[in-house]
């Protein structure tokens, strides 16, 4: 079970170090019927000997709909925020937070979608509506990635937002891998309702804190094959060829 109380708002509990070098360990099928079928084959995740490289490639994205329990307890929650303040961050301002979204917490959630929903197409449909409060439902483990911009009050750091942002989106893929890490599949979802009033409000965001994402964890319902990934070399150019 999770202990949402010790990591909800900004007091984070900050745990040793994530290591990645773990040894490879094996995924098993994990039934997801009355008949016990299996829904996604063993396969290997992790790092063996500190190969970064085998962690990266294990990690892919998961839609919330397919993440079921279990999810990441207390002490997995630890591991993810360990490895998310390892990110760069220049000033040392720790630019962003997460929430944790506990199942208390679940239906204010999904009346905030509700309401964004309501907001930018009054002429929803029951049917859109009952969409929309079933995204809070998904995924046993979510949390919320919050940036927190300039102050033009109060900040004089002289560190633009959008390398607040760059610090933010390292946090965020480091809780992916350390969640990948720890035998969890995971995804990343946004959309229009995050800049919501109902959404902000929900989540007591201040002027200048914008949310981002959310992240979902949990074990993967049924396994797909991950997308195939650009080939590396298109990706790198070299000044003056």
Known sequence: GRDPGRLQGHGFVQGPALCLTIRMKTLQPRPVDAGGTPSMPPRDVGVIDGDLVSLLAARHQVSARR??????????????????VTAPDHGQLTPWHFVLIPASQR??????FVSA??????GATQ??????AEKAER??????????????????SGIPTQERL????????????????LGYSS???SGRSLNAPAMRSLFALQPHEQA??????????????PRQRPVPKAVLRVLGD
Do not use: W, Y
């Open 67 to 84: 993440l079921v329990e279990p999810g990441p307890g207390p002490a997995d929650l630890e591991q993810l925020m360990a490895a998310a």
């Open 107 to 112: 239906l204010p959630l999904g009346k905030a």
């Open 117 to 122: 929903l309501i907001e930018r197409d009054p």
């Open 127 to 132: 049917a859109q509506i009952r969409a929309a």
């Open 139 to 156: 995924a046993p483990c979510l949390l919320l990635a919050v940036l927190h911009g300039e102050d033009l009050a109060r900040d004089v």
């Open 166 to 181: 760059i610090s933010l989106g390292c946090a965020i893929q480091n809780v992916l891998l350390a969640a990948t890490s």
């Open 187 to 189: 995804g990343l979802a």
């Open 212 to 225: 981002i994402c959310f992240i979902a964890i949990g074990t993967e319902s049924q396994f797909k094959p």
